[in-house]
Structures are given as structure tokens and as C-alpha cells.
């Protein structure tokens, strides 16, 4: 095992000058195993200075392994972290201007609450306490409770105790390893949204672990979709949703319909792909692969669904001979599969707009979509990746 | 309403009353004779019989002729107290927390020496202690101790013999408390600025304050009243309350003595319990 | 401590209460003694103080054979005073204690016997006791006639040393003065044992002393231990301390010495200068026994010289029966040589008897000593 730090001294692999004038925080080659288990494996990150970047990923692809040593409480087997240009994969985490909130809050329960949220400032003999308590409980509106015992508050009270805690320090980089992970539905989108304000209002850099893609989608300025201890794609909330690189994020995130095709030609920024015999483009900025086969990833609700025969409004590929086999109506929407003449069943979303009528199972149907729509993924990879694990 | 309230109150004293029953015949009969042999003239004999007449001289006397016992009990026992302590501490952190697999195999260990009889235990230390022992050679070969110097006979062996054998007592309750606490709050602590010492004394410590607290006593009251280790690793210099009472009770057929010894230890020992747990706030804490 | 519970017992008496003064009991403490229909006798001994109770040649299953008596041999004598506390209350509430006999030190069966809790012996019935204990432990102040007690072993009480780390030690004045040998003596922690010696260095005569004289001896006592010359006042495990150099002298025993020195050869016991002290452990029938008789059976056995010989032969302290030593011939002529079982005339003119002392007195000397050992 090499130590952090030999790797950070050794010249051949010392940061180039562009690196260290980084100003946000940068991982590089950062990876951790525990025996031959590879908990997290030679990532590269950069999360930009004052942004809200969520990291995703389903339980046990390395989230919290990676936030424990970007705060120090895991030494990296191989790799550098970099904060503002400074090197610090060897710093002691008391010394890291790091703070975290814990997946489980880690109060101190013999502390009060405002104690709890003093700790930080008391450690580091910074003056004028008492003032910047108070303005932190009135941010998290808790004022009333600073002189109970965390045990005294309810879940969602204790959160926002975890958060004033860490937030207090005004640390460069604040670490949020699923803080709502505990916290009931109603609960966790009221935080969500109170998370993002404080962010907002603080303009501190935030790094927020979830396993809901939901939770990141709405929070995070940049989402990082991490499995299996690798980073899968990194990106805004739309564009990873619109534009996915691997059918784990295209399943991960939301829902895809994934057709098995061939590539035929490849002209200008339009790929051609014979899907069952039937051709269909895709645009080449979206298209994955390198040629051969391929899988060509469309959303259900960008999916038009029309009786068979019918001209669909939506000129662009076009599927015939479908037909309905399971009907949900679900109010906005209604939610249909169909079975496609390779045997596939798709799914439609289609508004309930009311222009159009709801089909009924048996009907044969044909579906198009618009080829900007589509994407294109290697077809190596597994067509249901990340679906089990989507929540 | 009012009916079942007094119903519930009524079972309440008849599921209490073994308990009261059993407390009167083991503590306070026992107890109230103690107080009433405390108060007997002096001069009595068992042929002549015991006068009661109040006489509240007995505990004057006691305290003038055995102050030295008295003070001798509390102050090994206070800093056998200690020594557990931070003996005990050490043991009892290193257990919870960095033994991994052994830590059950540990805790045998430590309660291992309960096995043996509490006699022989401390018998052993005689031949630990002894003038040609290698902790007297070693003790002289740095120095600590002088050519003709001995550690048998003196109040430190007494200490350390108290100490051994009261460790136990200190450990079991310390590693109780400091198993439970979450390792997850120390690295809140490391991420919070606190260096590993602070982080010790800031949350460590605290959260271990019950483990500590019941620990000192169990250690500390068992520790005050024993006189085998005074006996045994002691010398006629190192008398503690507990040799003079039991002396003063069969041999010296010094009943009003006795109890009045007695009762001073032990009122001495609950009023320092009180102070010593007010102090240590952990009626909220237990 | 077995203290409390006795005075727990008192406590029903409320409210503040003191304790009577010990009454005769009103039956002369006589219970119907049901030896003929009832062949037992229950004995109270100190430990190893009999030749192996299993063994079928031994004198304890002899006896039994012989008189069909069964008998309940209970060690549970360890200290006199703590004895004494353990049957305090119910020998002064005039019940049965539940012992046929009880095996106690001089000073302590004086003490019983003041307080009327021994029965006396049927002379008839022992005649042996009567005919074969040897010249010097006879006519005791406190018993001259015998009616009461039967000396079971004696002993003498004198100084041993380890010959391995001192030199000899010739003399009490020598043991807690000399300089190599100090904060490493013991000495005993009965008190006519220890007092005795110290009456003799003040100068007084042990069976007979005056209060001043018996202060002038507390007070050397109390220079010695605060001189820290004493390691401290022992009653047990003292020989196991000075075979294992924890000790290198002490105030002793004679038989502990003797069953030492089978371990360790380096033990070696000195009749000091100043004298021995000769004491006994005596049998006695306490009040309320039921098996009196059968008692007197076991007196009169174990004064029978061959019995005698095979008991001293094992227990190794000092054989009270005439003619043992004949016996002890046959057995193992070295033991019937060896003056510490078998004391010469010499060794016996040089013992004192401690002063018998009465109940008043008996508590004031108690007292005093037990303030000096343990301030
Ligand atoms: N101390 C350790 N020893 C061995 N394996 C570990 C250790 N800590 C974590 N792992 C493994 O590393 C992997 C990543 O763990 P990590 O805690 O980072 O997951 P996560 O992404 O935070 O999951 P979750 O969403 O459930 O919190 C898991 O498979 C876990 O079993
Ligand atoms: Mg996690």
C-alpha cells in the first residue's frame, strides 16, 4: 500500500501548476481498498468553489468512504485531494477546514444544543461565540431550543442541529452524507429546500451524498452518478438526464426504454441505426458507442403514442405494429407498455392532455419519438444496470 | 376514579412489602442495634452486661484513640481509587475500542483473578513485594528505593494490593460505558477541530462520567472497609479501621467501640458519596 | 463481622436498649444427657489438630469401633475470641450451642468456666485424665482439680528463625531489638503469649504481675512497634511468611515450627533465654451438651498413653498424657527423643504458666493490648 503522502512527494507526480491554482476541491487517482475489496477506485473529481454538487449512487458504491477522506477520517490508499491548492490527502482531519454533516447526525448527546453548535468555534478559540450561535440557530430556527439535549428534539430538529454544527465553521467545503436519509418524505423535500436556501444564503461549497436521485436532481448545481466505486457521469441534473453516457445512469436516473440496434452509418452529426429493421437517427453528440451494436435509450414520456395507422404529429422515428398490453392511469399521465413486434415491451408516458384518447389493452398502437430525443449506449454494457438500485 | 386510584396505590404498597420486609430485617434492625452498642457506657463487660446510657463519648473516644486507622482507610482507599482509575481507564478504552476480536477473551482476563479466593490473591502479592522480590531488586537497582529499602510493610504495598484487587471494579463499569459510546461522536470531534487529547476530554471522557462514577464507588467503599490487605501487605504502622474494629469487637470485648467505629465509617463514607456524586452531576447522567 | 450479628439478636428487646449483666442459668445449663440411646458425640476442633480421621487404624475410627460411638469432628475453631463471639448469645440466652465438646486455650476455657457455661466431668467416668496428665500442666488456678477441662495437646511458645538469612536468635530481648532483624518479626497476636514475653524482659514473672509491671511491659511493646520494628501481629500463615523469606523471624508455636520444618529444614525453633510459655488447648463439655457421657468416653480414650503416642506422633505439639512417651517408642523412637513433644525436666522448669486472670481483669488487659496492636 502506498501512503498519500509518498505519492504527493514524489516529483514525477507532483500536481502541475494549473492544479494547484484550483480554487475548489479536487480528487485525483483518490482510491480505497480494504483488503482486496476496492471500495472506491481512482476517482477523479473536481467539485467547482461554492457550488452544490451531490454525489449519487446506490448503497454501497463508496459514497461515504469517499466523503470520509475528503474530511480525514479515511486515509487514502493511493491518490491526492486538493483543497484551494492545497495538498491536503495527509492533513490530520482536525486540521482540514473540512466539516461534516454524519449520515446518523453524531450529536453530542451530554451537550445542550447550543453547545453542540459551539463546539466547533470553542476547539478553534475563535471569538465572538455567542453571536455567531445565536445567528446560526435563528438561520436554522431553533432558537427556542438551545438549551435542550439533542435527545429532546425530534429527527428533523436534530438534522438541523447536525447542520449549524458543521455550517458554523464556515468551512471550505461542507461534507452532507445522506442528512436526510432518516428523516420521514414530507420531512426530507421541507429540508431539501431548506438545505438549498442556507446554501444559497452561505454560498459555501456543499457536497451532498444521496442515494435519491430525486433529492440530488433538485438540490445539486452538479451531479456526480457514482456505482461501484467509480464516478459514471458527471453533470448538471438535465443533462444527465437527458444526455446519459452508460445505461446505469440512463437507468439509475429515472426511467429508459433501451432497444437493442446496429449502427449503419455515421453521417455528419447523425447516426443511423437499424433497430429491428426498423432505421432510425440518432444524434452523433448523443450517441455512445463506437459502432457495431448498440442500445438506443428513449424516455417513456418522450414517447408519442397514437392508434396504428394514424400520421403522430412528431416526425422522426417512427415504430409500427405495437400492441397495448397494460394500461395505468395514474391522472396526469397514464402509464402504458407495449409489446413491440421483436417481442420487447416499451413504456409510454402520455399527459393527459385530453386531445388524445386513452387506449385500452389489445389495442394495436405504433410509437414514434423525435431523434434528438434518443441516445445511443455500448452495448456492452448491461441493458439493466442501475435499475434495481433506482429507488 | 378516585376508587381505582387507591386500589392501585394499595397494590403498589403490598408488591413493595417484601422488599420493605427484607430491608428491615437485614439493614435496619442490624443498623438500629449499632446506634444502641454505639451508646453503651463504657466499662461494660459481657459477665457485668452493657449499661445504655446515651453515652455519646464513645464516638469522641473512638475518633481521638483510632483517627490514625480511620484516616489510614480513606486515604489508601482513596488513592487505590485513583490508581484503578486510571489504570482501570486505560484498560477499560483499550478494551472497547481497539481489541477487536479479543475484546471478550479480554474481558475474562479481567476477572480472571476473581477465581481465586481474595486471600490467596493477596497472599502472592507478599511474595511480589518481598525484600529479595525483583520488584524491590529492580526498585533498588534504579535507585527508587534505598540499599536496606523494602516495599512489603508499607503504605504502598497496601495501596497496591488494594488497588489489584479492587481493579475489577473499576474496569467492568468503565468499559460498560465506554463500549456504548458511539465512535462515530470522536470522529464528530476530529471533524470538529478537537486534536485526538481534546476530543478525549471533550467527549471521550464526558460520555464516559457514569462508567467513571459507579466505577470510583465500587471501587472506592468496598476498598475503605477492607483490612486483609492491610493485614497481609502491611505492617503494625499501616492499620486501617477495618483491623482496629474487628479487634475492638471480638478481642478488646469492646462493643461500644466497635459500633461506634462503625457508624463513623460508615456515615463518613455515605456523606462523602453524596458530596462526591452532587459534584460530579450525574444524578441526570445515571 | 460477627460481631453485629450478635448484637442484632439483642436488638429485639426495644427500644434503646443495654444488655443484662450474664446470669447462671436456672437449670445449672444441664440438659438430659441422651448417651446411652444416642450413640454421637459432636466435636469442635482447631484444624490439623488429629491424626487422619479416614484412615481405619487411626485413633479417631479406633474410637468409633471400639465404642460405637459416632462421632461429628467439626474444625471450626480458628480463633478463641472469634469462637467465643460465635457462641456468645446463645450461651448467655441459656440454649444449646449444638457441640458435645469444644477444644479452647487456657485463658478462654477460664473464661467459659467463670461464666458457668462448662459442665463439669463425672471423675469416674475419666479416669485416666485423672491418672496420666503429666506433672506440669496440673493444678491450674483456674481449675485445679480437673473438673472441668482435659488438656487435648499442648504447646510451648518461644521464637523461631530462618536459619538461612539470620543468625540464631538466643533470646526475646534479642528478637525485638536486634538490628538485622528488624521490620521483618512477627509476633504473636494472642496476648498472654506476647505479653508474657514482654512481662519477662520488664522483669516480672508472667503467672504473677502487678498492674504497674504489666503497664511497663504494654509500654515496651508500644516503644518496639513504634520503633516500626514489627512487620505485624500475627496468628496464622507467619511460618509460611518465614519459610519464604518474608520473614526472617518471629515469636512461634512449637508444633507449627515442627510441621515446618518437614518443608523447610531451615526453620528452626529456640527456647529463648527469658523462658517458654506452656499453654493448652483443653476439651470441654458446654453447656446444654446431650451427650456428656460419650464425651468423657472420648476424654478417657485419648488419655490412654498408646493413643496418646499415635495423636502426638502425627499432631507433633506437646503429648499432656504420662507414659506416651514410652509408647512413642514404638512408634518412632526419634519423636520420643524430641523435647518439643516430649519436654525434659530442664525444658519444663523453664516455662511459665500465664497468671490466671478473672473476668474484670481478663477484659481490662484484652483492651489495653488490643489499643496498642491496633492504634
Ligand atoms: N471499514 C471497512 N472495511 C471493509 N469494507 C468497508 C469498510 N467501510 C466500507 N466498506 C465497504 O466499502 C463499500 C462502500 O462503502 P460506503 O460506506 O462508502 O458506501 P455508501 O455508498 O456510503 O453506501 P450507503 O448509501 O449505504 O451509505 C461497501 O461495500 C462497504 O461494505
Ligand atoms: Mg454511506
Not at chain 1, 459555501?204 to 456505482?227: C, G, K, P, S, Y
Request: net charge negative; glycine share 8%.
Amino acid at each position: 500500500m502506498s501512503s498519500p503522502a509518498e505519492t504527493t512527494d514524489d516529483p514525477a507526480k507532483a500536481a502541475p501548476a494549473s492544479r494547484s491554482s484550483y480554487d475548489g476541491l479536487r480528487l485525483s487517482a483518490l482510491s480505497k481498498s480494504y483488503g482486496s475489496f476496492h471500495a472506491v477506485q481512482s476517482l477523479d473529481l473536481d467539485v467547482p468553489k461554492g457550488s452544490f454538487f451531490a454525489l449519487l449512487g446506490p448503497s454501497g458504491c463508496g459514497k461515504t468512504t469517499t466523503l470520509r477522506m475528503v474530511a480525514g477520517l479515511e486515509t487514502p490508499t493511493s491518490g491526492t485531494i486538493t483543497l484551494a491548492g492545497q495538498d491536503i490527502t495527509a492533513t490530520k482531519p482536525y486540521r482540514r477546514p473540512v466539516n461534516t454533516v454524519f449520515q446518523n447526525y453524531a450529536l453530542f448527546p451530554h451537550l445542550d444544543i447550543y453547545e453542540n453548535v459551539a463546539f466547533g468555534l470553542r476547539r478553534r478559540k475563535v471569538g465572538g461565540v455567542d453571536a455567531k450561535v445565536k445567528e446560526m440557530l435563528e438561520l436554522v430556527e431553533l432558537e427556542a431550543q438551545a438549551r435542550k439535549k439533542p435527545a429532546q428534539l425530534s429527527g428533523g430538529q436534530q438534522q438541523r442541529v447536525a447542520l449549524a454544527r458543521a455550517l458554523i465553521n464556515e468551512p471550505e467545503v461542507l461534507l452532507l452524507d445522506e442528512p436526510l436519509g432518516a428523516l420521514d418524505l414530507k420531512l426530507r423535500r421541507s429540508m431539501q429546500i431548506e438545505i438549498k436556501r442556507i446554501q444559497v444564503e452561505v454560498g459555501l461549497t456543499f457536497i451532498h451524498v444521496t442515494h435519491d436521485q430525486e433529492e440530488a436532481m433538485t438540490m445539486a448545481d452538479t451531479v456526480a452518478v457514482m456505482n461501484a466505486g467509480v464516478i459514471e457521469q458527471m453533470g448538471s441534473p438535465g443533462e444527465l438526464y437527458e444526455n446519459p453516457r452508460s445505461t446505469f445512469v440512463a437507468n439509475f436516473l429515472g426511467q429508459s426504454n433501451l432497444i437493442e440496434g446496429t449502427v449503419t452509418s455515421t453521417a455528419g452529426d447523425v447516426v443511423t441505426v437499424d433497430m429491428h429493421g426498423i432505421q432510425v437517427s440518432v444524434p452523433a453528440a448523443r450517441a455512445h458507442t463506437d459502432g457495431g451494436k448498440g442500445w438506443i435509450g428513449i424516455r417513456p414520456e418522450k414517447v408519442l403514442i397514437g392508434a396504428a395507422g394514424t400520421e403522430l404529429d412528431a416526425p422522426g422515428n417512427t415504430v409500427p405494429g405495437g400492441v397495448v398490453t397494460d394500461v395505468s392511469f395514474i391522472g396526469v399521465s397514464t402509464q402504458y407498455l407495449v409489446k413491440m413486434p421483436w417481442g420487447q415491451e416499451l413504456q409510454v408516458f402520455a399527459q393527459n392532455t385530453g386531445r388524445d384518447r386513452i387506449f385500452r389493452v389489445g389495442d394495436p398502437v405504433e410509437l414514434s419519438w423525435r431523434p434528438e430525443y434518443a441516445f445511443l449506449l455500448d452495448h456492452s454494457q448491461d441493458v439493466n444496470a442501475g435499475a434495481e438500485e433506482a429507488v | 376514579m378516585a376508587d381505582t386510584d387507591r386500589r392501585k396505590g394499595l397494590t403498589a404498597y403490598l408488591l413493595m412489602a417484601p422488599a420493605v420486609l427484607v430491608l428491615a430485617l437485614f439493614f435496619v434492625i442490624p443498623f438500629y442495634s449499632l446506634v444502641a452498642a454505639s451508646l453503651y457506657e463504657p466499662g461494660g463487660s459481657d459477665k457485668e452486661g452493657w449499661e445504655m446510657t446515651y453515652h455519646v463519648g464513645n464516638y469522641v473516644d473512638a475518633v481521638q484513640d483510632y483517627w490514625e486507622p480511620l484516616w489510614h482507610a480513606i486515604a489508601y482507599s482513596a488513592a487505590a481509587t485513583l490508581i484503578c482509575l486510571v489504570l482501570g481507564y486505560v484498560l477499560a478504552y483499550a478494551i472497547a475500542f481497539k481489541s477487536g476480536r479479543w475484546k471478550s477473551l479480554l474481558l475474562v482476563l479481567v476477572i480472571a483473578p476473581f477465581f481465586t479466593s481474595f486471600l490467596v490473591r493477596t497472599l502472592s502479592w507478599q511474595l511480589i513485594l518481598a525484600d529479595d522480590g525483583w520488584i524491590v531488586d529492580t526498585f533498588q537497582f534504579l535507585h527508587l528505593l534505598g540499599d536496606d529499602g523494602r516495599l512489603l510493610g508499607t503504605h504502598f504495598a497496601v495501596v497496591m494490593g488494594l488497588a489489584y484487587n479492587f481493579l475489577p471494579f473499576m474496569v467492568l463499569p468503565l468499559f460498560a460505558s465506554i463500549d456504548k459510546i458511539d465512535h462515530r461522536l470522536i470522529e464528530a470531534s476530529g471533524d470538529l477541530y478537537s486534536n485526538p487529547v481534546v476530543g478525549f476530554f471533550k467527549v471521550t471522557w464526558p460520555l464516559s462520567l457514569p462508567g467513571v462514577v459507579s466505577g470510583t464507588l465500587l471501587t472506592f467503599i468496598p476498598a475503605a472497609g477492607d483490612y486483609i490487605n492491610a493485614e497481609l501487605l502491611g505492617s503494625t504502622e499501616t492499620n486501617v479501621i477495618g483491623n482496629v474494629i474487628q479487634l475492638q469487637a471480638t478481642d478488646a470485648g469492646h462493643p461500644n467501640t466497635a459500633a461506634a467505629l462503625s457508624m463513623i465509617l460508615m456515615v463518613g463514607i455515605l456523606v462523602m458519596v453524596l458530596v462526591y456524586i452532587r459534584k460530579a452531576g450525574t444524578e441526570e447522567l445515571l | 463481622m460477627v460481631a453485629f450479628g450478635g448484637l442484632s439478636a439483642a436488638a429485639l428487646k426495644l427500644p434503646m436498649f443495654g444488655i443484662d449483666a450474664i446470669q447462671a442459668c436456672a437449670d445449672g445449663g444441664i440438659a438430659k444427657d441422651v448417651s446411652s440411646s444416642e450413640r454421637d458425640l459432636i466435636i469442635s476442633n482447631w484444624t490439623g489438630y488429629i491424626d487422619p480421621r479416614k484412615n481405619k487404624n487411626g485413633t479417631l475410627a479406633q474410637f468409633e469401633d471400639e465404642t460405637g460411638i459416632s462421632v461429628t469432628y467439626n474444625v471450626d475453631v480458628n480463633d478463641n475470641a472469634e469462637f467465643y463471639a460465635k457462641v456468645r448469645n446463645q450461651m448467655r440466652a441459656c440454649e444449646p450451642i449444638d457441640r458435645d465438646m469444644i477444644i479452647l486455650t487456657d485463658w478462654m476455657a477460664a473464661r467459659m468456666i467463670g461464666l458457668d457455661w462448662i459442665q463439669p466431668l463425672d471423675k469416674k467416668k475419666v479416669p485416666n485424665l485423672h491418672a496420666n496428665l503429666i506433672e506440669s500442666l496440673q493444678g491450674k488456678a483456674w481449675d485445679p482439680d480437673l473438673v472441668y477441662h482435659a488438656p487435648w495437646q499442648s504447646g510451648l511458645t518461644g521464637i523461631a528463625y530462618n536459619a538461612d538469612l539470620v543468625d540464631e536468635v538466643g533470646s526475646f530481648e534479642e528478637l525485638i531489638s536486634r538490628d538485622d532483624l528488624k521490620g521483618k518479626i512477627t509476633l504473636l497476636s494472642e496476648m498472654n503469649d506476647t505479653m508474657g514475653f514482654f512481662l519477662k524482659v520488664v522483669g516480672a514473672d508472667p503467672g504473677d504481675f502487678s498492674d504497674t509491671e504489666w503497664e511497663n511491659a504494654l509500654d515496651r511493646l508500644k516503644q518496639v512497634k513504634d520503633d516500626g520494628h514489627l512487620r505485624q501481629f500475627a496468628g496464622n500463615n507467619y511460618l509460611q511468611q518465614l519459610s519464604q523469606g518474608v520473614l526472617v523471624a518471629c515469636e512461634a508455636w512449637s508444633g507449627d515450627v515442627i510441621q515446618a520444618q518437614y518443608d523447610n529444614p531451615n526453620l528452626k525453633f529456640v527456647a529463648p533465654e527469658e523462658g517458654l510459655a506452656l499453654w493448652s488447648d483443653n476439651m470441654m463439655v458446654p453447656n446444654y451438651a446431650t451427650h456428656q457421657t460419650n464425651a468423657e468416653a472420648w476424654i478417657d480414650y485419648y488419655y490412654r498413653p498408646e493413643v496418646a503416642a499415635k495423636l502426638a506422633a502425627w499432631v507433633n505439639y506437646i503429648c499432656p498424657v504420662q507414659g506416651a512417651q514410652e509408647a512413642m517408642l514404638e512408634i518412632d523412637p526419634s519423636l520420643a527423643e524430641n523435647t518439643l513433644i516430649f519436654p525434659d525436666s530442664d525444658m519444663l522448669s523453664n516455662t511459665w504458666d500465664f497468671m490466671s486472670l478473672d473476668d474484670e481483669q481478663q477484659q481490662k488487659y484484652e483492651g489495653e493490648w488490643a489499643d496498642v496492636i491496633s492504634s
